[in-house]
């Protein structure tokens, strides 16, 4: 079973809100992800960290920030929350490179903005 | 950036066969297979590294050609319980000259008995 962990699992917010998602993982692996994902589309990459004080932008233009200030945790931060914003949000996290490379995902935080 | 995954949607009736493919414009650093259930987190199946290596877990295998940019996923006599939607996740060197995991628009497959 994976150790990494979202929080909040539902969130409902108002326009214009401030909110940080959460995500912690315990293996202690370098590299995490952030992805956005309607309901039965694709996973968009938006954030990616290798490493504490390593973050980068992925794809998807997103008005979100991240931070590593952790090895084990990764929140992103939505400054001024819109409905544009609403969405499912899954965090990954993985070794650095070679054969176990294996993205393991947190459950999600399914966000809506109204 | 991200892979091509085709077809997009496949209907199967327990014990037929399906094939799913991906193929990225870059250059491929491994290739993962991962499948979602309606409103779980997507779950590892496998993962290619570069060698043109094929893999197999019960009777879901995969194949890996890094000159062609493409793989391809092999689900034989399939079951009921893989319905589910199937992301090719690709490693590719990102524009910051950093690696980083990308994933293709999803097969949604449904089985049926």
């Known amino acids: 079973e994976a150790d990494i962990y979202q929080t909040p699992r539902y969130l409902v917010i108002g326009t214009g809100k401030k909110i940080t998602l959460e995500c912690s993982q315990t293996?202690?692996?370098?590299?995490m992800y952030w992805y956005q994902q309607d309901p039965g589309m694709e996973l968009h990459l938006i954030h990616y960290?290798?490493?504490?004080?390593?973050?980068e932008k992925g794809d998807l233009s997103s008005e979100s920030t991240v931070s590593r200030i952790r090895t084990e945790h990764f929140p992103l931060t939505l400054e001024s929350a819109r409905p544009s914003h609403t969405s499912q949000y899954l965090c990954?996290?993985?070794?650095?490179?070679?054969?176990?490379?294996?993205?393991?995902f947190g459950q999600g935080t399914r966000l809506t903005v109204v | 950036q991200q892979p091509v995954q085709s077809p997009q949607a496949v209907i199967l009736r327990e014990g037929e066969d399906a094939v799913i493919n991906c193929s990225s414009s870059?250059?491929?650093?491994?290739v993962h297979w991962y499948r979602q259930k309606h409103g779980e987190a997507p779950v590892f199946l496998m993962i290619?590294?570069?060698?043109?290596e094929q893999k197999g877990h019960d009777k879901i295998s995969a194949s890996f050609n890094e000159k062609k940019q493409q793989s391809s996923l092999y689900l034989t006599a399939s079951q009921l319980s893989y319905s589910g939607t199937y992301f090719c996740?690709?490693?590719?060197?990102?524009?910051?000259?950093?690696?980083?995991?990308?994933f293709g628009s999803g097969t949604r497959l449904q089985v049926q008995p």
């Open positions: 290619l590294l570069k060698g043109g």
């Open positions: 960290s290798y490493g504490v004080n390593s973050t």
């Open positions: 293996m202690g692996h370098d590299k």
């Open positions: 996740g690709t490693e590719i060197l990102m524009d910051t000259g950093r690696r980083a995991l990308t």
């Open positions: 870059k250059a491929l650093y491994s």
């Open positions: 990954a996290s993985s070794e650095y490179f070679g054969a176990n490379t294996e993205a393991f």
